[in-house]
C-alpha cells in the first residue's frame, strides 16, 4: 500500500498558510512550488493529493512520478501545474499562476511498487 509521509497544512489562497511544511503567503497569481522528498532508498512512486475546502470534497490525485522518469500531471491540473518528475526521491510541482481554486490541503505520498 501507499505509505503517507508529509502532509502540509492547507494552501489558503491570499491567507497565511503552510506548504510543504514551509511558511508561506499565496497571493492569486503568485508562482508556488510544492516541495516533497521521499524517505526510502528504495524505488519509489510518489503522488502529491489535493483535498480541496468544500465540504465532503473527496482527495483529487494531482501527479503521479516514478524515479527518474516523467510527471504525469492528471488533466484538470494540467493547465496551470508543472513538474519536472521525480529526481533523487525528490517530486516538486509549480502551480503558475494561482488561483482561488487552489485553495485546500496538499499531501505528499509515497509507495514502495513492492
Known amino acids: 500500500g501507499r ?14 498558510g503552510t506548504s510543504s511544511l514551509q511558511n508561506t503567503i499565496v497571493r492569486l497569481g503568485d ?3 510544492l516541495e516533497c522528498s521521499a524517505s526510502g532508498k528504495d ?5 502529491w493529493y489535493k483535498l480541496p ?15 527518474g522518469g516523467k510527471a504525469d ?10 513538474s519536472s518528475g521525480t529526481r533523487n526521491n525528490h517530486l516538486s510541482v509549480k502551480i503558475q499562476p494561482a488561483l482561488l481554486n487552489d485553495t485546500g490541503t496538499y499531501f505528499c505520498a509515497e509507495s514502495n511498487p513492492q
Open 73 to 82: 500531471i492528471e488533466k484538470e491540473f494540467k493547465n496551470r501545474f508543472q
Open 3 to 16: 505509505i503517507w509521509r508529509h502532509c502540509c497544512s492547507p494552501l489558503l489562497t491570499g491567507h497565511r
Open 43 to 47: 524505488f519509489v512512486n510518489m503522488y
Open 53 to 67: 475546502v468544500e465540504k465532503d470534497a473527496s482527495m483529487q490525485l494531482v501527479v503521479y512520478s516514478v524515479e
Open 31 to 33: 508562482t508556488v512550488t
